[in-house]
């Protein structure tokens, strides 16, 4: 692409997670063509604006899934460019990256199928582990989100047992997150781990946290506390 158009396309990107709500930027963005907006959508991670972060995040989703759709092993390249960006080599922060590739998989049955381990991994002690704190909420919150649609892959991963140590994480947002994932995964994926997740959850301490992040449908605004009785209702 000549450097005059990508620059314009990535404006029109901007300016769409910048001014539109999240629903009419998920129909929007596949107005365009989907091998060419998946680099500005990337950019867009480190958005200084949270709210247009997560839009861009749930963009990546629908424009992975569709160029899974046309060619599988050209979407395959971009979930390979997450993994590469999370690798301590690739020198990069991972700002959004951990969610960019669980909504890209959330979209997607079939790359799903292939990944969802991987994901699981980041958040594992003993597997590929990311240390830093934000890129532990991505995969987290990623997780939950996944929970939404591929219960089933979930289970058979053995994610539960695997970010269960998370839930003692220093970082209030990891905690939070791991709060709303597992209400996410439900009774069924937690299966025998369900009374030492409850545990868990009663003997979580009050936290004063707002956050704002993607549910699965759209942006939400809530708090720590409002999502731990919300888990604990959802697991009583």
């Known amino acids: 692409m000549p450097k005059a158009a990508h620059s314009l396309l990535k404006r029109e990107v901007l300016k769409l997670l910048e001014t539109e709500d999240l629903p009419t930027v998920k129909e929007k963005i596949l107005s365009f063509p989907p091998r060419k907006v998946i680099n500005p959508l990337i950019g867009a991670l480190c958005h200084r604006e949270e709210a247009v972060r997560w839009k861009a995040v749930a963009a990546i989703g629908v424009v992975v899934a569709r160029i899974a759709a046309e060619d599988l092993e050209r979407a395959r390249v971009v979930i390979r ?41 980041y958040g594992w002690e003993e597997g590929n582990f990311l240390e830093y704190p934000p890129a532990q909420r991505g995969v987290v919150w990623g997780v939950g989100r996944l929970a939404q649609v ?6 058979k991963f053995r994610a539960p047992e695997y970010l269960l140590p998370l839930s003692s994480s220093e970082d209030p947002f990891v905690r939070a997150f791991w709060v709303w994932s597992y209400g996410q995964m439900g009774k069924e994926v937690l299966g025998e781990l369900l009374p030492e997740v409850r545990r868990r959850l009663q003997e979580m301490p009050p936290l004063e946290l707002s956050l704002l992040f993607y549910d699965g449908t759209d942006l939400r605004k809530t708090s720590f506390q409002e999502i731990l009785t919300e888990t604990l209702l959802r697991l009583s």
């Not at 999370?86 to 959330?106: D, I, Q, R, T, Y």
């Not at 591929?150 to 289970?155: M, T, V």
């Open 150 to 155: 591929f219960p089933d892959l979930l289970k």
């Open 81 to 121: 460019r997450f993994m590469w960006m999370l690798n301590e080599e690739s020198g990069g922060m991972a700002w959004g990256v951990p969610e960019a590739m669980a909504e890209s998989l959330a979209n997607s049955r079939a790359l799903a199928e292939e990944y969802t381990s991987i994901l699981i991994s």
